[in-house]
């Protein structure tokens, strides 16, 4: 069956290569987008931005892991889905302490640098979402990819929300709120990822 095995392992090296271009891509975009929430966050003093911008950062350090593990056995690729779960549930923790914070210490961001960037930052994850959606199913590695990229169209609307809310109210608790939701989406997700890779790893070890 020599045959077979060959044709088999061309079909991972194809595979594997379609996979390792589109991170590729997503990875640059959503490091180059990262530093620019990251910047309009702090200029704005907006938690809404800065959460999103950590989920950018984030993002960019799962699409890097993803690309390293891509081409290996069934074992790496849960263990990259797991510090990807950790990674959410950092980030997650770190956004509800910011959260905190600024409802401690009030002071109503600058809402059109949040709705603008938001925008920007839409047009990003709708991008990133489209590549990564054929690969969703392919294995445990990518399907973590994908829904950390549907998590960011879901902050990003939920950024421009809170831009249009605090813009009509003139108060600091839109933002503040969106910024919770939004940690609350990270510690959500980090369980079901962690769950999932720790299920596949068991499983990786048995056979």
Not at 42 to 52: F, P, T
Not at 141 to 161: F, G
Request: positive net charge; aromatic residues 6%; glycine residues 12%.
């Amino acid at each position: 069956m020599p045959g077979c095995c060959e044709s088999g392992a061309r079909a991972s090296e194809v595979l594997a290569g379609r996979q390792r271009r589109t991170l590729g891509i997503v990875l640059a975009i959503n490091a180059a987008m990262f530093a620019v929430e990251a910047a309009a966050g702090l200029i704005a003093g907006s938690v809404a931005l800065l959460a999103d911008s950590l989920d950018m950062l984030g993002d960019a350090l799962v699409y890097g892991l993803s690309l390293y593990v891509v081409a290996r056995g069934a074992r790496w690729k849960a263990g990259s889905a797991m510090v990807k779960g950790l990674v959410q549930l950092a980030f997650g923790l770190s956004v509800l302490g910011v959260a905190l914070y600024k409802a401690l210490h009030p002071a109503p961001p600058a809402a059109e640098v949040i709705g603008g960037i938001g925008l920007l930052a839409l047009a990003a994850n709708t991008a990133c979402a489209w590549l990564l959606l054929r690969h969703r199913h392919e294995d445990v590695n990518m399907h973590s990819v994908w829904l950390c990229s549907r998590n960011d169209l879901v902050s990003n609307l939920a950024v421009i929300l809170a831009g249009g809310l605090v813009a009509a109210s003139g108060s600091h608790w839109p933002d503040v709120v969106v910024g919770l939701a939004i940690a609350a989406l990270f510690l959500k997700t980090a369980a079901g990822v962690v769950g999932r890779s720790a299920a596949a790893w068991r499983q990786a070890g048995a056979s």
